[in-house]
């Protein structure tokens, strides 16, 4: 028998309303691709041309462990500053040398010049002293250079002053130049001389050791982007630069996420590159987008710089994701999940979630995300899965950082509110453990926390389900449990949703290409698409479109109620992750599922703001290591929608207090 919702009992009449779903914005994204496709095969061969020039140098910094690899892309797209010799470099035709730029005024000493080489190799990860062959001295008012400063340059590998502005010296013994040019962000370049200086801007290359990136990504001056890395030693593995802190670190007016490195879910259009979302056939099938997505966009904007695109589940259709190591990091946001949690070279990920592709990497690395109030954020030039669910949210391994960037990126798109919600819910039924719980302390103490802070009017102790049977909706539809009423919702969105949406054009483009031949999908997506083309039908997708109103209407209605004051009047909250079940991704895993599922469904349904905050770890033996290893313990909290802001401020002063911690990266989230 077909398992759709036109084999559940239909609602009463007194709930029975015209539905009109809000979408995301992303639904027109697949004719979007095919415009590509015909515009690309309109265009010739010849019309084409590759000019051959090395687009970036690269050396590497010290030996073995120690070293450090690096890259400066050169040529007419990137980013490049000329200085104009006026005295002193005509003798370096056709050097190249390492230097770094220092903002100065008044008396320069050696003692003032080593605080900023402290300051540069505490703030930036890009910063070696290897880059101290040649310095540049610039100014916006005038400065001297004391006969101290020749000997500290050549202790530091130095050999070369270079002047710029309105400047004196009483150097010797080293070599000397003035310049004239504009002013240019501090930092570390690789510098050309030949006749006047050009300063091209460096990167440092990091392995991604855990598998969780797709491309290496690097901006061009004409605002689009284009993969360039360069090879660094490892197994199977990208290397991605990431630009100097210090370009960005002393702006007079800085945006709200100027010099935050990020990385992005490649179900993400970013304009030069290809996307790929998670599958080979998929990336071969259309040209690099022209255009980046709104949402990325907006954070460039802001200031944030992409540094790659991160692994994505394929069509981020739920399966077992192979980044990270030898735990699942769940999915579909993977790489952005597993890639926050190990590499601190990141600040932020970008992640999409549509039922639990953010909450549930989020708890299985024990960091900070959000699944954001849905329909706020245009997703526009994002792959869709179901409209009418798909958001656009981040990771973040601290509290205090993510809400700032959390305002940075969304800005207004969110309420404001005067004072805390009055209400805190503690589901009794979760906040029980088993005797003798390794969690059950942290739990404890993080709800004492939340209460102490908040003062809460009332405390209530119903779960969501207690809520529904308390406010009569139970009995309105038939005595079904929510589990029930809410169990082909979710599947028949997705599976009927993302086939007839998405995969219908480009399974036709691809045969149009391929001699009629059908891509490769993998078995998530597959099994899913499989049911949503042979067993569901519109009448079934209107159905569960009506369900799910109807569930968001009795969730902001009765549970989590906007509030004029508080914006929300209530904050659910409940434990996430008990840290007891490894997710090991050595064994054999039964075959996938068709996606019909209700448990955990509440915020997917309503479109409100769900978050994880990771609380703290447990101990467990692994059977990998055969040693004690430790796995995150987290809660979820979930506020009315369009109050993000209330839930991220809530973690945030929890996280100032003591409460909670930043997470570290790598083996051990909390010091052991």
């Known amino acids: ?36 496709l015909r515009e690309a095969r309109m265009t010739t061969r010849s019309s084409t041309t590759y000019p051959l020039s090395s687009t970036a140098i690269t050396f590497t910094v010290g030996e073995d462990d120690a070293a450090k690899h690096y890259l400066s892309p050169v040529g007419p797209k990137f980013k490049k500053y000329t200085l104009v010799n006026d005295w002193g470099l005509d003798g370096l035709g056709g050097d190249a040398m390492l230097v770094t730029v220092f903002d100065v005024e008044g008396q320069v000493t050696c003692d003032s010049l080593g605080q900023q080489i402290s300051s540069y190799a505490s703030s930036d990860d890009v910063w070696d002293q290897s880059f101290m062959q040649a310095i540049v001295l610039q100014t916006g008012t005038s400065f001297h250079v004391t006969s101290d400063v020749s000997d500290c340059l050549s202790t530091w590998g130095g050999s070369l002053i270079v002047k710029s502005g309105n400047a004196t010296s009483d150097v010797s013994g080293i070599g000397l130049a003035h310049v004239e040019g504009n002013k240019i962000p501090p930092g570390p370049y690789l510098a050309r001389i030949d006749g006047n200086i050009t300063l091209t801007e460096l990167y440092r290359v990091y392995r991604d050791e855990n598998q969780a990136m797709t491309t290496a990504v690097i901006q061009q001056i004409d605002g689009t982007f284009t993969d360039l890395s360069t090879t660094t030693p490892g197994m199977n593995t990208l290397s991605i630069p990431v630009p100097s802190r210090l370009y960005t670190l002393n702006l007079t007016d800085p945006r709200p996420l100027e010099g935050r490195r990020i990385a992005v879910k490649d179900i993400y259009d970013i304009a030069g590159l290809k996307t790929g979302c998670g599958n080979r056939a998929y990336f071969n099938t259309y040209p690099a987008r022209q255009t980046t997505a709104v949402a990325i966009q907006r954070l460039i904007d802001q200031g944030g710089i992409i540094v790659a695109k991160a692994k994505t589940s394929s069509f981020a259709n739920g399966e077992t994701a192979t980044s990270g190591n030898y735990q699942q990091p769940s999915s579909s946001s993977s790489g952005p999940g597993a890639s926050i949690a190990a590499y601190d070279w990141l600040d932020n990920t970008i992640g999409s979630d549509t039922g639990c592709s953010i909450l549930c990497p989020s708890s299985a690395q024990g960091v900070f995300g959000m699944r954001p109030t849905h329909g706020r954020l245009s997703l526009d030039g994002v792959m869709p899965m179901a409209p009418v669910m798909d958001t656009a949210g981040f990771f973040s391994r601290d509290a205090v950082k993510g809400r700032d960037f959390s305002k940075g990126w969304y800005g207004d798109l969110f309420a404001n509110y005067t004072d805390l919600p009055q209400t805190l819910i503690f589901p009794e039924s979760d906040w029980t453990f ?144 008990t840290g007891t079940s490894p997710n090991y991704r050595n064994i054999y895993r039964s075959p996938p599922s068709n996606g019909f599922f209700s448990s955990g469904v509440e915020s997917f349904m309503a479109g409100n703001p769900q978050m994880i905050v990771p609380l703290g770890q447990v101990p467990y033996q692994s059977t990998i290591t055969n040693h004690t290893e430790y796995l995150p313990v987290t809660v979820t909290m979930y506020a009315a929608p369009g109050c993000d802001y209330v839930l991220w401020d809530l973690a945030a002063a929890l996280q100032e207090s003591g409460a909670l911690s930043p997470v570290s990266t790598g083996r051990y989230a909390y010091s052991v």
């Open 434 to 577: 088993p005797a003798g719980s390794p969690a059950e302390p942290i739990f404890s103490a993080f709800r004492q926390a939340v209460t102490e802070y908040v003062s809460p009017v009332t405390i209530d102790n119903r779960s969501f389900e207690g809520f529904w049977n308390d406010t009569g909706y139970r009995t309105q539809t038939y005595n079904l449990s929510t589990s029930a009423y809410l169990s082909a919702v979710w599947g028949t969105l997705v599976d009927y949703g993302q086939w007839n949406t998405f995969a219908v054009p480009w399974f036709a483009d691809y045969a149009s290409a391929n001699d009629g031949r059908i891509p490769f999908v993998a078995p998530s997506p597959n099994t899913r698409w499989a049911y949503g083309r042979v067993n569901l039908t519109q009448a079934d997708y209107d159905e569960a479109l009506r369900r799910k109103e109807v569930y968001k209407t009795f969730l902001v209605e009765n549970v989590i109620v906007p509030d004029n004051v508080t914006c929300s009047s209530s904050i659910y909250i409940t434990p996430y992750s």
């Open 1 to 36: 028998m077909k398992a759709s919702l036109s084999v559940f009992l239909p609602l009463l009449p007194l709930l029975v309303t015209q539905t009109f779903a809000q979408l995301a914005g992303n639904e027109n994204y697949a004719e979007a691709a095919r415009s590509l």
